[in-house]
């Protein structure tokens, strides 16, 4: 077995050619198009002189046409790079600067990002028609990738600094979907819908996995709880992944009814810690469906999770346990493991995990530990085995030298019926070095009383915990990931 991602949707090229495997607002290719142009972009980037190496970034509109072009480049032996087409072209540039692409190819919609990038003209009337300046002869296949070379870069998070691309082999990324077809028993009869951006890791974890097995992706071009309601109400969607933030539009649609929903069987989603209700909303919503969360970042995917069946009623349970393969490890500041239960750094080693940030020696380095990562995040892991979040360290709250993490603040305050979702966070303060603050978004139709809010706390936290201050908001920021964004967060309520 070669251990090569693209090996495996070379295969289902030649199996079943006629087979769907994806379909976007232009239309649905199948298995054997979708090879055909990957070949052919592979001809057609090496005609322009893009050398096995070499960068080609990618500022397509999700669909088939950017899908096609990411596997083309891989094919080639080049690194695909596909740029969060959210940031700003200074944004851009500096990311890009280690990452230094040989071509950038771009459509209308990310045509401003990058310096001299190849634009495409429009779609027109088929999925891959965009793609006809870049096709060239068929490619020469896999036979001189190298499984170990690197295939693919993901910009990492970026909420306190310059996003870092994260590099995934073409090994690594055969290892990785086979993992979450397990994982997430993934089948060749899925279609999954996809809404989420391309330059995430959840085109690894979602359409990378579903295509590794012969399934087929429905791609939409962004998140519009309308549209996306049409088409899982339409009896062919089996399977689909959003952000709370998302899925909590979803089912606050009226047009969202049990009855209409029964195809899908599977929905995934991330940490539901700000809108605790979620899952049971989308169990009443969705009463077919598995429902699986879990823990993951870009430098090495999902890594641990918690299905439906695991849960116990009346139990926390975290985000659940580590995916076959991985090793999980929670370490003090010195990088010494810390007894079963408290809290520390979380450390991931995969059998999948990137080889290291491009450009970023020094990064990469202060991000190994013991053959593994250094997510940045806090957690615990309970006698069960089940991870447990406590959040960010950099996002830790040091009061009166105290610890105050803002998942457990969080919790106490998503208990209050009257709060729909909540974010801690700390700012300088010149008595306690910091003092913890709290924005709080209410349930619709409900106000908040900051006087009770706090009382409710006190109830429940120690006193340190409780926020000093409380800002009531419409709704929390967040990153181009449906991730509350603390930074801008702290602009928004008061400066740094």
Same mark, same amino acid.
């Given at each position: 077995?070669?251990?090569?991602?693209?090996?495996?949707?070379?295969?289902?090229?030649?199996?079943?050619?006629?087979?769907?495997?994806?379909?976007?607002?232009?239309?649905?290719?199948?298995?054997?198009?979708?090879?055909?142009?990957?070949?052919?972009?592979?001809?057609?980037?090496?005609?322009?002189?893009?050398?096995?190496?070499?960068?080609?970034?990618?500022?397509?509109?999700?669909? =088939?046409?950017?899908?096609?072009?990411?596997?083309?480049?891989?094919?080639?032996?080049?690194?695909?790079?596909?740029?969060?087409?959210?940031?700003?072209?200074?944004?851009?540039?500096?990311?890009?600067?280690? $990452? =230094?692409?040989?071509?950038?190819?771009?459509?209308?919609?990310?045509?401003?990002?990058?310096?001299?990038?190849?634009?495409?003209?429009?779609?027109?009337?088929?999925?891959?028609?965009?793609?006809?300046?870049? !096709?060239?002869?068929?490619?020469?296949? !896999?036979?001189?990738?190298?499984?170990?070379?690197?295939?693919?870069?993901?910009?990492?998070?970026?909420?306190?600094?310059?996003?870092?691309?994260?590099?995934?082999?073409?090994?690594?990324?055969?290892?990785?979907?086979?993992?979450?077809?397990?994982?997430?028993?993934?089948?060749?009869?899925?279609?999954? +819908?996809?809404?989420?951006?391309?330059?995430?890791?959840?085109?690894?974890? #979602?359409?990378?996995?579903? +295509?590794? $097995?012969?399934?087929?992706?429905?791609?939409?071009?962004?998140?519009?709880?309308?549209?996306?309601?049409?088409?899982?109400?339409?009896?062919?969607?089996?399977?689909?992944?959003?952000?709370?933030?998302?899925?909590?539009?979803?089912?606050?649609?009226?047009?969202?009814?049990?009855?209409?929903?029964?195809?899908?069987?599977?929905?995934?989603?991330?940490?539901?810690?700000?809108?605790?209700?979620?899952?049971?909303?989308?169990?009443?919503?969705?009463?077919?469906?598995?429902?699986?969360?879990?823990?993951?970042?870009?430098?090495?995917?999902?890594?641990?999770?918690?299905?439906?069946?695991?849960?116990?009623?009346?139990?926390?349970?975290?985000?659940?346990?580590?995916?076959?393969?991985?090793?999980?490890?929670?370490?003090?500041?010195?990088?010494?493991?810390?007894?079963?239960?408290?809290?520390?750094?979380? $450390?991931?080693?995969?059998?999948?995990?990137?080889?290291?940030?491009?450009?970023?020696?020094?990064?990469?380095? =202060?991000?190994?530990?013991?053959?593994?990562?250094?997510?940045?995040? +806090?957690? +615990?892991?309970?006698?069960?085995?089940?991870?447990? !979040?406590?959040?960010?360290?950099?996002?830790?709250?040091?009061? #009166?030298?105290?610890?105050?993490?803002?998942?457990?603040?969080?919790?106490?305050?998503?208990?209050?019926?009257?709060?729909?979702?909540?974010?801690?966070?700390?700012?300088?303060?010149?008595?306690?070095?910091?003092?913890?603050?709290?924005?709080?978004?209410?349930?619709?139709?409900?106000?908040?009383?900051?006087?009770?809010?706090?009382?409710?706390?006190?109830?429940?936290?120690?006193?340190?915990?409780?926020?000093?201050?409380?800002?009531?908001?419409?709704?929390?920021?967040?990153?181009?990931?449906?991730?509350?964004?603390?930074?801008?967060?702290?602009?928004?309520?008061?400066?740094?």
């Amino acid at each position: 077995m070669s251990a090569r991602y693209l090996d495996a949707i070379a295969a289902h090229a030649r199996h079943a050619p006629d087979r769907l495997a994806v379909r976007d607002e232009r239309g649905d290719v199948s298995y054997g198009e979708l090879w055909s142009a990957v070949e052919r972009i592979a001809g057609g980037l090496r005609e322009r002189g893009v050398a096995p190496g070499d960068r080609v970034a990618t500022t397509l509109a999700p669909g =088939a046409a950017q899908l096609a072009l990411i596997f083309g480049a891989m094919a080639a032996g080049a690194v695909a790079a596909p740029l969060n087409i959210k940031l700003t072209p200074p944004e851009v540039r500096r990311y890009l600067e280690p $990452v =230094a692409p040989r071509l950038i190819v771009a459509d209308a919609t990310g045509a401003g990002l990058g310096d001299d990038p190849l634009v495409l003209p429009d779609g027109g009337a088929g999925p891959l028609s965009a793609l006809a300046p870049l !096709l060239g002869p068929p490619g020469r296949g !896999l036979s001189e990738v190298d499984p170990a070379a690197p295939a693919i870069l993901f910009g990492t998070g970026g909420t306190t600094g310059l996003p870092k691309a994260g590099c995934w082999t073409h090994r690594s990324l055969w290892l990785y979907a086979a993992a979450c077809v397990a994982a997430m028993e993934v089948r060749r009869t899925d279609l999954e +819908l996809f809404f989420s951006p391309f330059f995430h890791i959840a085109l690894v974890t #979602g359409p990378f996995g579903t +295509l590794f $097995v012969g399934g087929a992706c429905h791609f939409l071009t962004r998140f519009d709880e309308t549209d996306v309601l049409r088409h899982v109400t339409g009896g062919t969607v089996t399977r689909f992944f959003g952000a709370p933030t998302a899925l909590r539009r979803l089912v606050d649609h009226p047009a969202c009814k049990p009855a209409a929903t029964g195809a899908v069987r599977r929905i995934l989603y991330g940490s539901t810690r700000s809108e605790p209700d979620l899952p049971a909303r989308l169990r009443l919503a969705f009463p077919n469906a598995e429902l699986i969360t879990g823990y993951g970042a870009t430098e090495f995917g999902a890594v641990a999770r918690l299905r439906s069946w695991e849960l116990v009623d009346g139990t926390d349970q975290g985000v659940g346990a580590p995916v076959p393969g991985v090793v999980l490890r929670i370490v003090d500041p010195a990088g010494a493991e810390v007894p079963r239960g408290e809290v520390g750094e979380i $450390v991931v080693r995969a059998p999948w995990q990137i080889t290291g940030y491009w450009g970023h020696p020094e990064q990469t380095a =202060a991000a190994r530990h013991a053959g593994g990562i250094r997510s940045g995040d +806090l957690g +615990l892991l309970d006698p069960d085995g089940f991870l447990h !979040l406590r959040g960010r360290s950099k996002d830790l709250v040091i009061t #009166g030298g105290e610890n105050v993490f803002p998942a457990e603040v969080e919790d106490a305050l998503c208990a209050h019926p009257a709060i729909a979702a909540a974010a801690v966070f700390g700012r300088l303060d010149p008595e306690w070095g910091e003092r913890v603050e709290a924005a709080l978004v209410p349930v619709p139709g409900s106000a908040i009383d900051v006087d009770e809010v706090r009382r409710f706390c006190r109830e429940r936290l120690a006193g340190y915990k409780v926020p000093k201050v409380f800002h009531v908001m419409d709704q929390l920021p967040l990153t181009a990931t449906m991730k509350v964004d603390r930074r801008r967060l702290r602009e928004v309520t008061g400066g740094a």
